[in-house]
């Protein structure tokens, strides 16, 4: 009995340094030597300062930029310690009222095109960075007039920051909120 008491603690303890401190510190040095980037966060920084990360969504409000898919991640959204949505289901009055209004916003802002459903809608996380082609293009009479810049000059701003499918099959075409804006605020001042 002695015998194997002992043989479960050395077992548990070996156990505990090998996969609880030499594993995460092996895969985390691998990590940073084979892909540096992604292995901190995909880090956006302009002129020695950190804007963002490409994978992680933030607000933007002003009327001349292109805005990010509505947060439910924390109690104004974009909240990275909060990730999460809403848990609201379908029917319930709350979300249908907040969809409603937020749709409503929208028309307005463009009165002649359907509204995408990404603008309207939380991704899974609350912190998705990127919306659809549709999104963006929806967006683009506002942003064009905000700038004083033709439109189309902004769909071919908005084709240059255009991902596709990875690997051609998986997730769908996407726009990248920060890069663009980052692009945009490059290229025409605000």
Known sequence: MKKNLMISVLMTIATTFLLGMVYPLVVTGLAQ???PGQAKGQLITRNGVVVGSRLIGQAFSGSGYFHSRPSAAGDAGYDPTASGGSNLGPTNQKLIDRLQADAAR???ENPHAPVPIDLATTSGSGLDPDISPAA???QIPRVARERGISEDRLRYLVRQHLR?????LFGE?????LELNLSLDAQVAH
């Not at 596709?164 to 051609?168: I, K, N, P, T, V």
């Not at 075409?173 to 909120?177: D, T």
């Open 173 to 177: 075409p996407r726009v990248n909120v």
């Open 164 to 168: 596709a499918r990875q690997l051609g």
């Open 33 to 35: 030597l084979l892909f």
């Open 106 to 108: 929208l028309e307005k």
């Open 136 to 138: 963006a293009e929806f």
